[in-house]
């Protein structure tokens, strides 16, 4: 018999038995560990893209506070000379292009008189406008840094932004 009190009861007994299968302690730790993992990896990511490494011979190293930026927002570009050889910026080319990820310049700006000894840093503060002083759009943007060592030699970085709504 199948409609007895004695089946019903069972079967709530197996309801319930299941039901703690999974301990709310256990659910919580792994919830929190999944999310733990999320913000790390965010911050870790930030964080690498913001290391200067520096090297025996001419280097420069370009990189922004964050990677993520709303529209409309000032953007810190962080020029180091990460090398040993003092590096300058010529009158002649651009020392900072802005580009779409399909390679269309949107801001350049030529950075004359500047020269960095090693391990110094020049800071360019950009408005999101384009060369044209129009408003940049959402996207994502190539920076490229471009510079000379004291032999002439050009040497560059480049590092990507998101701009976003």
Same mark, same amino acid.
């Not at 409609?3 to 299941?18: D, F, Q, R």
């Given at each position: 018999?199948?409609?007895?009190?004695?089946?019903?009861?069972?079967?709530?007994?197996?309801?319930?038995?299941?039901?703690?299968? $999974?301990?709310?302690? @256990?659910?919580?730790?792994?919830?929190?560990?999944? !999310?733990?993992? /999320?913000?790390?990896?965010?911050?870790? *990511?930030?964080?690498?893209?913001?290391?200067?490494?520096?090297?025996?011979?001419?280097?420069?190293?370009?990189?922004?506070?964050?990677?993520?930026?709303?529209?409309?927002?000032?953007?810190?570009?962080?020029?180091?000379?990460?090398?040993?050889?003092?590096?300058?910026?010529?009158?002649?080319?651009?020392?900072? $292009?802005?580009?779409? @990820?399909?390679?269309?310049?949107?801001?350049?700006? !030529?950075?004359? /008189?500047?020269?960095?000894?090693?391990? *110094?840093?020049?800071?360019?503060?950009?408005?999101?406008?384009?060369n044209d002083n129009?408003?940049?759009?959402?996207?994502?943007?190539?920076?490229?840094?471009?510079?000379?060592?004291?032999?002439?030699?050009?040497?560059?970085?480049?590092?990507?932004?998101?701009?976003?709504?």
């Amino acid at each position: 018999n199948n409609y007895g009190a004695k089946h019903l009861s069972k079967e709530l007994a197996l309801k319930n038995k299941t039901r703690r299968m $999974i301990p709310k302690s @256990l659910a919580i730790s792994v919830i929190t560990g999944v !999310v733990a993992a /999320g913000l790390m990896g965010t911050y870790l *990511q930030q964080l690498s893209s913001q290391n200067v490494v520096y090297v025996q011979g001419s280097s420069i190293s370009g990189f922004a506070e964050k990677t993520h930026y709303p529209v409309g927002q000032s953007i810190q570009i962080q020029i180091v000379n990460s090398g040993t050889t003092k590096i300058g910026f010529s009158a002649d080319s651009p020392g900072i $292009i802005i580009r779409a @990820l399909d390679g269309t310049t949107f801001f350049s700006t !030529v950075l004359t /008189g500047i020269k960095l000894d090693p391990a *110094q840093k020049h800071v360019f503060e950009w408005n999101q406008q384009k060369n044209d002083n129009s408003k940049i759009l959402e996207g994502r943007y190539v920076v490229e840094i471009s510079a000379f060592d004291e032999s002439g030699k050009q040497i560059t970085d480049s590092f990507t932004l998101d701009i976003l709504k």
